[in-house]
């Protein structure tokens, strides 16, 4: 029988006993251990991995061949770097990014006893703009988003109690998808929000019409939504699961682009609106 086509093989790269790379394992492995949240570590990863390229690139293998030096050419790399799909240059958050997680790496190599010193101490991190988000929306604006969802069916309360709880709060995306049946208090007004950023709790204000929106989403729509067994999630989707990531940002964002507002994004765009609108307020 004739070969219609080459199989590919996949061949990894053997990673070297003693070298950057093999550290490196270790290194993500101590962040697991201590608690560090799963996104953090990925983008330490994420990261890291320019670093990796860049010193197997130049034929530097071992720890101890990097020196402050190598250090300043690799963040002198990043500084002249442009990216393949449009030439532009990293950011400057992506720069300093990429040099905390040298630091980070070398500091706990220098805490292992692993190298003598660390070689990133001493490094000067970019100055990083503070600017403003570039779309953030007026309270007309938001009632306008929030106006669309089709509250004559089930999945239109679910989405407009969704709306609600992000103008409302402020709260995070994440946050949001986690939260439980039994996280709001209704007597007091307020969210608990259990392991959110950085993985601390915190207790958040929410106000009566949001309170008013989920109690209507309790009563109306969750029990056609939840299966057995019933972990508690509040928000679930039409099939009983917890939203994905990019299931609520494509929801939000369909939202924000029907009002035609002239302003673009999701659920982080509620958060910078709700403090705003705050400030704006006086808090």
């Given at each position: 029988?004739?070969?219609?086509?080459?199989?590919?093989?996949?061949?990894?790269?053997r990673?070297?006993?003693?070298?950057?790379?093999?550290?490196?394992?270790?290194?993500?492995?101590?962040?697991?251990?201590?608690?560090?949240?799963?996104?953090?570590?990925?983008n330490?990863?994420n990261?890291?991995?320019?670093?990796?390229?860049?010193c197997?690139?130049?034929?530097?293998i071992?720890?101890?061949?990097?020196?402050?030096?190598v250090?300043?050419?690799f963040?002198?790399?990043?500084?002249?770097?442009?990216?393949?799909?449009?030439?532009?240059?990293?950011?400057?958050?992506?720069?300093?990014?990429n040099?905390?997680?040298?630091?980070?790496f070398?500091k706990?190599?220098?805490?292992?006893?692993?190298?003598?010193?660390?070689?990133?101490?001493?490094?000067?991190?970019?100055?990083?703009?503070?600017?403003?988000?570039?779309?953030?929306?007026?309270?007309?604006?938001?009632?306008?988003?929030?106006?669309?969802?089709?509250?004559?069916?089930?999945?239109?309360?679910?989405d407009?109690?969704?709306?609600?709880?992000?103008?409302?709060?402020?709260?995070?995306?994440?946050?949001?998808?986690?939260?439980?049946?039994?996280?709001?208090?209704?007597?007091?007004?307020?969210?608990?929000?259990?392991?959110g950023?950085?993985k601390?709790?915190?207790?958040?204000?929410?106000?009566?019409?949001?309170?008013?929106?989920?109690?209507?989403?309790?009563?109306?729509?969750?029990?056609?939504?939840?299966?057995?067994?019933?972990?508690?999630?509040?928000?679930?989707?039409?099939?009983?699961?917890?939203?994905?990531?990019?299931?609520?940002t494509?929801?939000?964002?369909?939202?924000?682009e029907?009002?035609?507002?002239?302003?673009?994004?999701?659920?982080?765009?509620?958060?910078?609106?709700?403090?705003?609108?705050?400030l704006?307020?006086?808090?």
């Amino acid at each position: 029988m004739a070969k219609t086509g080459r199989k590919k093989k996949q061949v990894e790269k053997r990673i070297i006993p003693g070298s950057i790379a093999a550290y490196s394992a270790e290194f993500y492995e101590y962040l697991q251990s201590r608690n560090y949240s799963d996104t953090t570590i990925q983008n330490r990863k994420n990261c890291f991995a320019y670093f990796l390229r860049w010193c197997d690139e130049r034929g530097i293998i071992e720890p101890s061949e990097v020196s402050r030096s190598v250090v300043e050419r690799f963040q002198k790399y990043l500084f002249t770097y442009r990216k393949k799909r449009d030439s532009e240059p990293l950011s400057f958050r992506a720069q300093s990014s990429n040099l905390v997680a040298v630091r980070a790496f070398f500091k706990w190599m220098a805490k292992k006893n692993y190298v003598i010193y660390n070689p990133a101490a001493e490094i000067e991190l970019p100055k990083l703009e503070k600017r403003l988000p570039k779309h953030v929306l007026t309270s007309s604006e938001a009632e306008a988003v929030m106006l669309l969802p089709d509250i004559r069916e089930p999945k239109g309360i679910r989405d407009r109690t969704i709306l609600e709880v992000f103008y409302s709060t402020g709260m995070r995306r994440a946050e949001l998808m986690n939260l439980s049946i039994y996280d709001l208090d209704t007597e007091r007004g307020t969210v608990f929000i259990r392991q959110g950023k950085g993985k601390k709790d915190r207790m958040v204000p929410i106000g009566e019409r949001a309170i008013l929106w989920i109690q209507k989403y309790l009563v109306e729509v969750r029990p056609l939504l939840a299966s057995t067994p019933d972990n508690g999630t509040l928000f679930l989707t039409a099939q009983g699961d917890i939203f994905t990531d990019f299931r609520l940002t494509q929801m939000v964002r369909d939202y924000v682009e029907k009002a035609n507002i002239g302003k673009k994004g999701a659920c982080h765009l509620f958060r910078h609106t709700c403090a705003t609108l705050m400030l704006e307020g006086g808090a």
